[in-house]
């Protein structure tokens, strides 16, 4: 049985004294993840900081923009009135992370700290260019959510760094955005995903931003996919060739949850879908 401490400080200050004075300890939000990790005995901390009761980390400020505190619940985000109006397709991945309880317990910070190759809410906030507020023990810093991922399971955080707020631009009044996720039941870990927002000139793409999960080490953008729409008006044969881009993009595994190749297909196949979709279209 692992045994280690458990502690509940109420300031970020109080977090780092006592991860200081405990030494091999581990910050830890909804722990939906982290639990299964120590139970496998995969990770054996001596003491675990709980992020729960620092008041600072929690909620969402919608205002052009949006700031989420780190330690704010999925089913909060997926419920939040004013995220679906500015972010829809962040309230639609929030509202594809597994069930009711793990909705209720995991958090935002948790689910993009963890750094899985399928982290739902990765993609969305990829493509709405999310950023990162870090507090370490000696002082803050902010990052693009891009540099956060290092690879499975792997951040570029130092073990005393603590991300306290993800902060969403302004997303232009042209731009519409999307997320598609394929499982193979329900409240399942994706098998693929995606996330695709267009900003939108009639059925001209003057910019698009596309993220792909479950396909490669970690989330990732699809810049040669991008590059295909941007720029152009969205013809058959312009999102054709963007989807063919998408496939040679990714670098999908076959695991127990599928093969490489479909991996593959699914994502030329939604961003297909995601296109034409944000189009007004029927996909063909």
Do not use: W
């Not at 990052?143 to 631009?169: C, Y």
């Amino acid at each position: 049985m692992t045994r280690y401490d458990y502690v509940r400080p109420h300031s970020l200050a109080e977090a780092h004294a006592m991860r200081a004075e405990i030494g091999d300890a581990r910050f830890i939000a909804g722990g939906t993840d982290l639990m299964i990790r120590i139970r496998g005995g995969e990770v054996r901390p001596t003491a675990l900081v709980s992020l729960r009761n620092i008041e600072d980390l929690a909620g969402v400020e919608v205002d052009g923009g949006a700031r989420i505190g780190a330690a704010t619940t999925i089913a909060d985000v997926a419920r939040h009135a004013g995220l679906l109006d500015r972010f829809p397709a962040l309230v639609q991945a929030a509202r594809r992370v597994g069930g009711p309880a793990i909705r209720n317990a995991g958090t935002v910070g948790g689910n993009l700290c963890n750094a899985s190759p399928c982290a739902d809410t990765a993609l969305p906030l990829l493509v709405y260019g999310a950023s990162l507020r870090i507090e370490g023990a000696r002082g803050g810093r902010e990052i693009p959510l891009e540099k956060l991922f290092k690879g499975p399971r792997a951040t570029s955080l130092a073990p005393d760094e603590i991300v306290t707020h993800v902060i969403l631009p302004a997303p232009s009044p042209k731009a519409t955005a999307v997320f598609l996720k394929k499982g193979r039941v329900a409240m399942d870990l994706s098998v693929a995903s995606v996330a695709v927002l267009l900003e939108l000139d009639g059925e001209t793409c003057r910019s698009a931003r596309i993220a792909a999960g479950s396909v490669a080490p970690t989330p990732i953008r699809l810049p040669g996919a991008e590059a295909c729409l941007a720029g152009k008006r969205l013809t058959d044969d312009v999102v054709a060739a963007a989807c063919e881009a998408a496939m040679r993009e990714v670098s999908p595994i076959t695991d127990v949850r599928s093969t490489a190749d479909y991996r593959r297909r699914i994502i030329g196949v939604y961003l297909k879908r995601a296109a034409y979709g944000l189009l007004g279209r029927v996909t063909p």
